[in-house]
């Protein structure tokens, strides 16, 4: 590894593995994805415990996990190993998609799966293409199987919208191994309908593999039904129990593909990738549907009591169909680290999208998003907030 000169630090970035400040150039050759959730190391700078501050960064299910899980987790073995073929939950989730067992493969999340198909199906010299702002491990994984995707990117002038004519002609021009969606998308909420995702996948000519990403479909109101695109043979659906049944720590996801494409991913996934905790936990959480159900809910009702305060506010808010709201607010590095600071409240900076003055918020229950929404009147109010 080349070795930065001298001790010369970058401020601001901080290395988790020594718990000290990264040496110049460590974040040119390993520039990972940024992602929600509570930062243990930032909380100790600012003299702040994890306990205290009220997360609206991570978009899962408001509800959290359900008592099932918790008390399927309290019983398990632990001395143990877990299942490598995780056939239990499998056979379980098939029951619950009406789906063979063998189309489904199940990961540390959706993020392993992720890096898995890009490590299956990308070499150097390939092509792939991502439509964004979107999820930062799509191009991370292209990047680390040697390929630099093409962004597909939407306009904010456009509410987000993408140009599918345009779009759909620079796939069949670019003929890409790989082209991932996030569907509804992450940070924007952009939702596809499903004659536009064939569209997509149509592009490809036979030729290509489209990743559609479903981590948040749990929480649209009406979502169309994805899993007739399998039959095209072209098409990954990816979905996240992570996000529909609170399970954040654990990490668990799936993956609904032919059985040729999952054969090929799984060559690649490690022995006992998915821990016996997870697999407990998700089969304990498919048993009771019903929380899932009153976590959209809750989610629905959050989503809309926030945008008309947004409104009211006079902040900008992107139409979302999922469990978060993208909010213009000028300088949002700035406006989130004092909403952490003096509020206690941690939402999405969302820089690393490339939208700087943009956040994310989780839509939490009612009385959280009241809470939210005292002290963005307070902190957004502030004229550096503004341009």
């Not at 390993?30 to 609206?56: A, I, K, Q, S, T």
């Not at 593909?257 to 998915?274: H, I, N």
Request: neutral net charge; contains cysteine.
């Amino acid at each position: 590894m080349k070795q930065a000169s001298g001790n010369r630090t970058v401020p601001g970035l901080d290395n988790p593995l020594t718990e000290g400040p990264l040496q110049a150039g460590l974040e040119e050759t390993h520039p990972g994805p940024v992602h929600g959730g509570l930062n243990v190391r930032e909380l100790e700078l600012l003299g702040l415990c994890p306990e205290e501050v009220l997360d609206f960064s991570a978009s899962i299910n408001p509800l959290g996990a359900a008592p099932e899980v918790m008390e399927a987790l309290r019983s398990l073995p632990v001395c143990a190993y877990p299942d490598r073929s995780c056939l239990e939950l499998r056979r379980a989730l098939a029951a619950h998609l009406d789906i063979r067992p063998g189309s489904i493969l199940v990961g540390n999340g959706s993020t392993e799966l992720i890096h898995l198909i890009a490590r299956a199906f990308l070499t150097p010299g390939d092509t792939a293409a991502v439509f964004s702002p979107t999820f930062g491990e799509y191009a991370a994984a292209c990047r680390l199987s040697g390929v630099s995707p093409v962004s597909i990117r939407s306009q904010g002038k456009a509410q987000f919208q993408w140009d599918l004519t345009q779009a759909l002609n620079l796939i069949s021009g670019l003929k890409p191994s790989l082209v991932f969606v996030c569907n509804p998308n992450n940070p924007t909420g952009t939702y596809l309908s499903g004659e536009e995702v064939r569209q997509i996948a149509e592009s490809l000519g036979g030729r290509g593999l489209l990743v559609l990403d479903e981590a948040y479909r749990s929480f649209v109101d009406k979502p169309w039904e994805s899993q007739g695109l399998l039959r095209m043979g072209s098409v990954v659906l990816l979905r996240s129990m992570t996000k529909d049944y609170g399970l954040a720590g654990l990490r668990l996801g799936y993956m609904l593909a032919s059985e040729e494409v999952l054969a090929r991913v799984g060559r690649f996934q490690y022995s006992w990738s998915v821990n016996a905790a997870a697999q407990a936990a998700g089969m304990a959480a498919l048993d009771h549907p019903r929380h899932l159900e009153r976590g959209r809910r809750m989610a629905s009702a959050g989503k809309a009591f926030l945008r008309s305060a947004l409104d009211r506010m006079g902040l900008e808010c992107v139409p979302s169909a999922s469990n978060f709201l993208l909010i213009r607010v000028g300088e949002a590095s700035r406006l989130r680290l004092e909403l952490l600071k003096r509020c206690k409240l941690c939402v999405r900076d969302c820089a690393s999208f490339g939208l700087p003055e943009h956040i994310r918020v989780c839509v939490r229950n009612l009385e959280d998003c009241r809470r939210l929404v005292r002290a963005l009147k307070v902190v957004a109010a502030t004229p550096e907030n503004h341009e």
